[in-house]
């Protein structure tokens, strides 16, 4: 192995449970290849997002920051303009970062024309695409959505044959009855369908070859290649031979209580309750989807098999550290749940893999590490990779290379994980009849208990030692646990979350100097001065001044 790190392989899969890999447990799924670098590096346990939707997470875990800092707490929520991501934090030490895939990001187009930034300009583009510079930036979405306007796969399609308007909907994302009618995979009916596509041309192939063919092309610069798949996110649905591959007899039993249903929380029933929650609840909905979300990660697991192959054949794994992670998980009928929008561990736990090939991490590979972890933790984590220098006062997650390195435990790691929700755009909050500013919601969890703090309502608590399942609600109690974990999330609170601008050592300079040069507060006569600041500062008679 070469003692110098260069690249880093940061691979995200929208909407990937923790628990849908065979290394952590799945008993039909069989992901070898994931595995393997689960085998040759570390594998986290309890890895959590700062929230459990798409784009809060990913501006999260892109800036290194929680989401009461940066500020994009919701889908289309623009990251503003002057928050500093990875990509930018990379770029000023020489290293080249790319997106090859999905980010979510929803540009601050006000905040650049404000300050007279041309989008178009190399500096509107970084603004635009989370820092990264874009190699392939395709969101997954029709055309329609705002997100990706042009999507290079969609033209990728239609080269190919594919001539409809919008060939990603119309043929990647929807299945051929029997008789030959096209029917979206928008439509959970159609899950079981195969994908209207070649399985060679589909999204997550398509993107895997994409993300070779910017290895092939990147030359000496170091770089970080954020591979990010668009899929098993919905639509299910998947080409063959992957939508046979599973069926109804390969479909856990839904994680859930007719208690959990008979909730007398007004957040949780508002949410059960909702369109989305009632669909995924019924078991028709679930052995139809599942076997196809199945499929879907089955299929990316293939894909990594000839990922790791190429980065053999070329050398990269000597050099590349690679991390396996999701930007939340998916309930799939679990609590009465659909999507991910509450902080069970099927929605807010994420899988997280990371091998690192420096002859330093040769002491854990292979282990499984149980330390409270969070997605906001990689960014710090790939600039000290590279050789950059700390910076606490931007970046709120913690280096890794801690657990990476040292197979003991820690002397002092995070006590608490925190999560966030913002959810005044979501059905509940109109359920709920709530103002906009009250739709907020915060898990804490430490190793024991977890707790979600409902903003205008009573929390949710779990023992996670007796009821690992979070079935049982204790927060009717006058548990002492919730005083514990409320201190323990106001303490989290009141921390400095946004003084970004001047570094430790600075504070630590000024607070060393006291004063401003030429400013003098609070001396009666010149032996005071003399006898304080005298030694540092000169005679006072002699015309020197701080």
């Excluded at 875990?61 to 623009?78: I, Q």
């Excluded at 999905?102 to 601050?108: C, G, L, V």
């Excluded at 893999?353 to 040769?362: F, G, K, N, T």
């Excluded at 919601?441 to 690992?468: N, V």
Aim: aromatic share 10%; glycine share 8%; proline share 7%.
């Amino acid at each position: 192995m070469t003692a110098a790190p260069k690249n880093v392989l940061f691979i995200m899969a929208d909407q990937l449970r923790w628990d849908y890999l065979s290394c952590y447990g799945h008993p039909h799924l069989h992901t070898p290849n994931i595995d393997r670098i689960a085998a040759m590096g570390v594998r986290f346990t309890n890895a959590y997002v700062q929230s459990p939707f798409c784009g809060p997470s990913r501006m999260s875990t892109y800036t290194g920051r929680y989401c009461r800092s940066h500020g994009a707490t919701w889908n289309g929520f623009p990251l503003r303009v002057g928050e500093r991501t990875i990509g930018d934090h990379l770029r000023k030490i020489g290293v080249k970062p790319v997106i090859v895939g999905k980010t979510h990001m929803s540009p601050d187009v006000e905040g650049m024309e404000w300050l007279g930034i041309d989008p178009e300009s190399n500096t509107g583009i970084h603004l635009s695409e989370c820092g990264f510079e874009p190699y392939e930036r395709d969101d997954g979405l029709h055309p329609n959505s705002g997100y990706d306007p042009d999507p290079a796969y969609n033209a990728y399609l239609a080269k190919n044959g594919f001539n409809s308007p919008n060939p990603w909907d119309d043929h990647a994302n929807s299945g051929l009855d029997e008789d030959g009618k096209r029917l979206s995979g928008w439509l959970l009916k159609y899950s079981n369908l195969p994908a209207d596509v070649p399985e060679e041309m589909s999204e997550t192939p398509y993107m895997t070859r994409r993300a070779i063919d910017f290895m092939e092309e990147a030359g000496d610069q170091p770089w970080l290649c954020h591979l990010s798949f668009i899929k098993p996110h919905w639509p299910y649905i998947v080409p063959a031979p992957y939508h046979t591959m599973y069926g109804p007899e390969h479909v856990i039993p839904a994680v859930r209580s007719d208690a959990e249903k008979a909730t007398d929380h007004p957040v949780f029933k508002a949410f059960v309750e909702s369109r989305i929650c009632r669909t995924f609840a019924r078991d028709e909905v679930r052995e139809r989807v599942i076997p196809a979300y199945m499929g879907l990660i089955k299929q990316i697991d293939d894909q990594m098999g000839k990922l790791l192959e190429y980065m053999e054949n070329k050398g990269l794994l000597e050099n590349t550290m690679i991390v396996v992670t999701s930007d939340h998980g998916d309930y799939l009928g679990d609590h009465w749940m659909g999507e991910k929008d509450l902080f069970h561990d099927q929605s807010v736990k994420v899988p997280m893999i990371v091998y690192d090939p420096r002859r330093a991490a040769d002491a854990t590979r292979g282990l499984v590490r149980n330390e409270l972890v969070e997605a906001i933790d990689l960014a710090p984590t790939f600039l000290s990779y590279f050789g950059g220098g700390a910076k606490p006062h931007i970046l709120e997650g913690r280096n890794l290379d801690t657990l990476l390195h040292d197979p003991g435990k820690p002397a002092k790691w995070r006590e608490f994980a925190i999560s966030e929700y913002d959810y005044a755009t979501r059905e509940a909050r109109e359920t709920l009849g709530i103002a906009q500013d009250k739709a907020q919601l915060f898990m804490i969890r430490d190793a024991s208990w977890k707790m979600i703090y409902a903003e205008g309502f009573r929390p949710m608590l779990f023992d996670l030692e007796t009821d690992p399942q979070e079935l049982v609600d204790l927060g009717t109690s006058e548990d002492d646990q919730i005083a514990r974990l409320k201190d323990a999330l106001f303490a989290w609170a009141r921390q400095h979350h946004n003084r970004i601008t001047v570094t430790p050592e600075r504070v630590n300079h000024m607070l060393a100097n006291r004063e401003p040069p030429g400013i003098v507060i609070g001396f009666w006569d010149e032996a005071e001065y003399e006898a304080e600041l005298g030694r540092k500062y000169g005679d006072w008679s002699k015309g020197y001044r701080l």
